[in-house]
């Protein structure tokens, strides 16, 4: 039924005299022209802050009676300029803006508004050297000039990044390898700016950095503490701090032997000890020995970390031990310390 009265509606009979044939004359009825629509010349439209920045309407094709809002007029909108409707930016972000003609057609444009033409970091570089298989996070890289609404990508999954899309603050953290490696993080604004910064990560095979090594040589109570990994299968990370229990200081022979004994309740759970020359002076590397124990079970059967040892401290008011294996097997360092207060 649609389809006739479709067909009804478009074509029509003529009349036909004794000369003509006797077949009908079909004639295309009714207005076939086509409403023309906007045509933008660029879906998108960048405009900088400031009135002298305003940009026209992209119009590719006139069909006359143009006219525009704003969806945002706090980003953009639009000023009448002799009866032009141009774009003025007020703040970075984007918004749309309908843009309509004579012919009552209606097309959304997008406008970008920057109040800068360039991006700059606070550093195009930096480094983390961190003890091998330790991480280390850093936020000390910024954005400095750039648009706002910041993102941030790696092309390295060993380098972990985000930023705060405001402010432009960068957070990195890198864990160091056997070999040293690289990542480009590349930081991107709300208007398509961009600018790279470099990150190299090295590994240290010492087990802690400078600054570690002062907070340890500044405490003022009996600690222990162990970051280890089960030598079986080089995965399972334990972790340990201070302790309760029996203090252990002892000289075998050769050995002297500091550490803590953790116990609740009557029960062992386990503690950390270090070995090493009882002759060693301060200052010096020496062969040494870390004990970790977690669990109620006798030293031997700990978990045994031969490896180096150093004394940070031996004197009147407290021993500080420092002592560490490198494994390059499982790309880390199984250390500890125990400060023993007198």
Same mark, same amino acid.
């Given at each position: ?84 409707p141009m774009i003025e930016g007020f703040k970075n972000g984007l918004c749309g803006v309908m843009v309509s003609d004579a ?42 000039? $750039?648009?706002?609404?910041?993102? !941030? #990508?790696? %092309?390295? +999954? @060993?380098?972990? *990044? ?5 402010? =432009? ?96 309740? $009557?029960?062992?759970?386990?503690? !950390? #000890?270090? %070995?090493? +020359? @009882?002759?060693? *002076? ?5 062969? =040494? ?54």
């Amino acid at each position: 039924m649609s389809a006739a009265l479709m067909t009804a509606a478009s074509v029509s009979f003529t009349a036909c005299n004794d000369d003509d044939n006797d077949e009908p004359v079909f004639v295309v009825g009714g207005d076939t022209t086509e409403v023309p629509d906007i045509q933008f010349s660029k879906d998108t439209v960048r405009v900088k802050v400031g009135e002298e920045n305003r940009a026209a309407l992209p119009i590719a094709s006139e069909t006359g009676g143009i006219k525009a809002f704003s969806l945002d007029p706090a980003v953009a909108d639009i000023v009448d300029v002799d009866g032009v409707p141009m774009i003025e930016g007020f703040k970075n972000g984007l918004c749309g803006v309908m843009v309509s003609d004579a012919n009552s057609n209606y097309k959304k444009l997008m406008v970008s508004v920057y109040t800068t033409d360039q991006m700059q970091l606070s550093k195009s570089e930096l480094t983390f050297l961190t003890p091998l298989g330790a991480s280390g996070t850093s936020s000390d890289v910024t954005v400095l000039l $750039g648009n706002g609404g910041y993102t !941030i #990508k790696s %092309d390295n +999954p @060993a380098v972990v *990044s985000s930023i705060t899309p405001e402010t =432009g603050v960068i957070t990195i953290t890198a864990t160091s390898k056997i070999d040293p490696y690289t990542a480009t993080l590349t930081v991107s604004d709300i208007s398509g700016l961009t600018a790279d910064l470099k990150v190299s990560v090295e590994a240290s095979l010492d087990p802690f950095t400078p600054q570690q090594l002062q907070k340890i040589l500044d405490l003022n109570k009996s600690t222990i503490w162990a970051d280890c990994k089960d030598p079986s299968d080089g995965n399972t990370p334990y972790y340990w701090g201070y302790g309760y229990g029996d203090l252990i200081n002892e000289t075998n022979g050769n050995t002297r032997t500091i550490g803590w004994w953790f116990t609740s309740w $009557g029960t062992d759970y386990g503690g !950390i #000890k270090i %070995d090493y +020359p @009882a002759n060693a *002076s301060v200052g010096a590397e020496v062969e =040494g020995t870390l004990y970790f124990q977690y669990s109620t079970a006798q030293w031997y059967d700990c978990y045994k970390y031969a490896g180096k040892a150093k004394v940070l401290a031996d004197d009147a008011t407290k021993t500080v031990v420092i002592c560490w294996q490198v494994d390059t097997q499982n790309q880390r360092i199984n250390r500890g310390y125990v400060v023993l207060m007198k």
